[in-house]
């Protein structure tokens, strides 16, 4: 019923930027918490970036002072602005969102991912 749809990933050179977009639509009452995680080539997916409905953020230790996330809960959507871009960036992107579809039915969702790639 819900779906998440990833955008604006791609190659840049390091010290780079990019915007990555991920848009939720279907049955949405709500969005509470949203995401931004990222995996690696042999390492797991790691927390990138998350932000509440009210637009408290945190970020991983790795990112911080160079990734912002943001949202509009207008849209339903959720971004990430990537400054600053270092090869150890390079991973797929993966959105995520627990969305309320009614009073007493929430869910976790994931986008598909969207590979970023830093060359050096």
């Known amino acids: 019923q819900v779906q998440l749809v990833e955008s604006g990933g791609g190659l840049v050179q390091a010290g780079g930027s990019l915007r990555l977009s991920c848009a939720a639509s279907?049955?949405?009452?709500?969005?509470?918490?949203m995401g931004w995680y990222r995996q690696a080539p042999g390492k797991q997916r790691e927390l990138v970036a998350a932000?509440?409905?009210?637009?408290?953020?945190n970020y991983a230790e790795p990112v911080k002072g160079r990734f912002t996330i943001s949202r509009d809960n207008a849209k339903n959507t959720v971004y990430l602005q990537m400054n600053s871009l270092k090869p150890e960036d390079t991973a797929v992107y993966y959105c995520n969102a627990e969305v309320r579809r009614a009073m007493r039915a929430t869910g976790v969702y994931w986008g598909q991912g969207t590979q970023v790639t830093v060359s050096s």
């Open positions: 279907g049955s949405i009452f709500s969005i509470n918490d």
């Open positions: 932000i509440t409905s009210d637009g408290s953020a």
